[in-house]
Structure formats: structure tokens, C-alpha cells
Nanobody
Framework: QVQLVESGGGLVQPGGSLRLSCVVSGSIFSRNVLVGWYRQAPGKQRESVAT???????KYADSVKGRFTISRDSAKNTVYLQMNSLKPEDAAVYYCYVATTWTSPGYWGQGTQVTVSS
């Protein structure tokens, strides 16, 4: 059974930090070609925040460059998103995504809510 389970969301003040985690089923994680974090705010489309290929290439949305970092721990089948200097506009539901091929749809987690407010 494919599972992506996110955690780490919550309420944080502007300027604060959060680290999101996504534990991925081993059968999926071991075959990944790309892992990523996406977010969707109310009334907006889902957007890419950060992605990382199995070859180590990372890509960030311009709005989070220098503040967010995507990483993975293969021993724990886990993908992380370290978020620093959070802004109110970063508030959204954050989704973990894993692709095992470049041509087929990947797998999504259930999402974790991030709220940035004073």
C-alpha cells in the first residue's frame, strides 16, 4: 500500500520556522525520481514549492528561495521541508509528492496545514 504521511504543520508567528516531514512507503521511496513539496492556499491553485530529483537537482519557487530547504533521508524514507523566516503568505496546506517515473502521475500525501499569523 502506497503511503505518504506528512507532519510538522501548525501555527507559527511571522519570522518563525517549521520543518515538515513526509514519511514515504519504502516501495515508493526507493524508486523515486523526484520528490517535492507543493502548497495550496484558499482560493488559489496548487503550486510547486520545492522539488528534488534523485540526481540531486533542486528547484525552488522564487518566493521561497533562500528561506526553504528540501532534503531527504533515505535511511528513514523521509522527505523534509525546512521553512525559515515564514511569512503570512506562506500559509497554506502543504502536500508531499513523490514520482517514480517521469511519465506517470506520482503520489500525493494528505496535506498538512501551515498557518503563519501573529
Amino acid at each position: 500500500q502506497v503511503q505518504l504521511v506528512e507532519s510538522g504543520g501548525g501555527l507559527v508567528q511571522p519570522g518563525g520556522s517549521l520543518r515538515l516531514s513526509c514519511v514515504v512507503s519504502g516501495s515508493i521511496f526507493s524508486r523515486n525520481v523526484l520528490v517535492g513539496w507543493y502548497r495550496q492556499a484558499p482560493g488559489k491553485q496548487r503550486e510547486s514549492v520545492a522539488t528534488a530529483t534523485s540526481g540531486g537537482t533542486t528547484k525552488y519557487a522564487d518566493s521561497v528561495k533562500g528561506r526553504f530547504t528540501i532534503s531527504r533521508d533515505s535511511a528513514k524514507n523521509t522527505v523534509y521541508l525546512q521553512m525559515n523566516s515564514l511569512k503570512p503568505e506562506d500559509a497554506a496546506v502543504y502536500y508531499c509528492y513523490v514520482a517514480t517515473t517521469w511519465t506517470s502521475p506520482g503520489y500525493w500525501g494528505q496535506g498538512t496545514q501551515v498557518t503563519v499569523s501573529s
